[in-house]
């Protein structure tokens, strides 16, 4: 089993769709969790990143965490062309404190 | 401007040739990695440096060598001993390397290597 599941989509939303993206651990030491956007042929950015269970928000993307459930999303409201791009989840902080990054999704906004 | 510069952009390769990626940095940080990405795979470590001369192996370090000479520069050998080394290969740096919490990456732009 793979320390980080997600899967790989292609996700094809129209603009203006609220997007759900997903991973799931199996590492319950994971402390810290973070979601990258890259776009095609780019390195990776950090988009959010969050440490406790619950919801982040900022702007219109919202991070979620559930620690019970080992499961981490990224919502996006009021989706864009723009938004167009692959996103890695990544938690960290286990035994090695190493972030550990998902396979990513690719999400495309159709105008 | 403070970044991560990575070059050359693409590269190729003939088989059994090695090759060097260069990573720079300045935006001071202690740690730096090296991934690779193939498609379906996400990113697999393949060398991290906490520190200055010192280095340690990811997941898949067999067929790659590194040094860490200076601070601001982290460079990647692939050698002839990798034996599927096309890839999209992102150099990253953080801060602290993890050892106190949180270990934000931030990632270069990648170079594409492709062997002939």
């Known amino acids: 089993q793979k320390e980080v599941e997600q899967d790989p989509g292609p996700l094809s939303v129209p603009e203006g769709a609220i997007v759900s993206l997903n991973c799931t651990y199996s590492?319950?030491?994971?402390?810290?969790f973070m979601w990258y956007r890259q776009y095609s042929r780019k390195g990776p950015e950090l988009l959010m990143y969050t440490y406790s269970s619950g919801n982040k928000e900022d702007g219109r993307f919202t991070a979620q965490v559930d620690k019970s459930s080992k499961y981490i999303s990224l919502f996006i409201r009021d989706s864009q062309p723009s938004d167009s791009a692959t996103y890695l989840c990544?938690?960290?902080?286990?035994?090695?404190?190493?972030?550990?990054f998902g396979t990513g999704t690719l999400l495309a906004v159709q105008p | 401007d403070g970044g991560i510069t990575q070059s050359p952009k693409y590269l190729f390769r003939k088989e059994g040739q090695n090759v060097t990626l260069s990573c720079e940095q300045n935006l001071n940080h202690d740690a730096m990695y090296w991934y690779r990405q193939d498609p379906g795979q996400g990113l697999r470590l393949i060398y991290y440096s906490q520190i200055v001369n010192d280095f340690q192996k990811g997941d898949i370090a067999e067929g790659y060598s590194v040094s860490r000479e200076k601070k601001e520069s982290f460079p990647l050998t692939v050698t002839s001993a990798q034996k599927n080394p096309t890839a999209f290969y992102l150099c990253a740096s953080s801060i602290w390397g993890g050892v106190r919490g949180r270990d934000e990456q931030f990632f270069g732009p990648g170079t594409r290597l492709t062997v002939l």
């Open positions: 590492n319950s030491a994971f402390q810290y």
């Open positions: 990544a938690p960290g902080g286990g035994a090695t404190n190493k972030l550990i």
